[in-house]
């Protein structure tokens, strides 16, 4: 079995976020996406391509495991990315 936390890895790796993972305790990982593949659109709008972002991620982990929850989604400049993406429950115990 796959954890949560290398699902959705992959998953932001895949849409082009360049994710640095950060293990912390009990499950919890923050990633830190090193790239914004939409900063063009985000640019026009942040708040709605954002919004849709965190929902998709949320999304995303309600489907991957019940018990995994964002616990905060931070946007930054897209130009200069660094957004911050937390969930806990991300992996084994």
């Known amino acids: 079995d796959r954890s949560v936390a290398d699902a959705l890895h992959d998953a932001l790796t895949?849409?082009?976020?360049?994710?640095?993972?950060?293990?912390?305790?009990?499950?919890?990982?923050?990633?830190?996406?090193?790239?914004?593949?939409?900063?063009?659109a985000v640019a026009e709008n942040q708040p709605v391509v954002c919004a849709l972002h965190r929902g998709m991620t949320s999304g995303m982990l309600e489907r991957l495991d019940r018990r995994a929850r964002l616990a905060a989604f931070v946007p930054k400049d897209p130009y200069r990315a660094g957004c911050l993406v937390d969930v806990t429950g991300a992996t084994s115990p």
Do not use: I, K, M, S
């Open 14 to 40: 895949a849409l082009g976020f360049a994710p640095q993972r950060q293990f912390g305790d009990r499950g919890d990982v923050r990633y830190v996406l090193a790239n914004c593949p939409y900063r063009e």
